[in-house]
């Protein structure tokens, strides 16, 4: 089971990663995230794809990384803040959602 812990440990990083390019490219070129898979992968297609939205999705992912780091290595107090934080930055971008394109029967 030891393995479970180092794969979520390489995938945490590689969300905090991420997160952390995603929001480096925000501020300085942020033309770089009009690519397709970049769109999707940061503000999907019910969130305007405009510079807050991104710097809040990519500061999510940052977050959310550290979460689970901190959660992993029973560091039980941070990892708390941690979730605290996400939660707020979530709440903030579900604020930001437009309405579903799909029309429901």
């Known amino acids: ?3 479970m ?5 390489a ?3 590689l969300l905090i990663v991420f997160g952390l390019l995603a929001l480096v490219m925000a501020w300085l070129t942020p ?3 009009e690519a397709p898979l970049m769109k999707w992968m940061l ?24 979460y689970i780091l901190l959660s992993l290595n029973l560091h039980v107090v941070p ?15 579900r604020r ?3 309405p579903s394109r799909s029309s429901s029967a």
């Open 11 to 13: 995938m945490a990083t």
């Open 96 to 98: 930001e959602r437009t």
């Open 31 to 33: 033309r770089a995230l």
């Open 43 to 66: 503000t999907g297609e019910r969130l305007e794809p405009n510079r807050k939205n991104r710097v809040l999705a990519s500061a999510g992912s940052v977050i959310f990384g550290t």
């Open 1 to 3: 089971m030891e393995w």
């Open 79 to 93: 990892a708390l803040a941690a979730l605290a934080a996400w939660l707020v930055v979530t709440l903030v971008l």
């Open 5 to 9: 812990k180092y794969a979520a440990m």
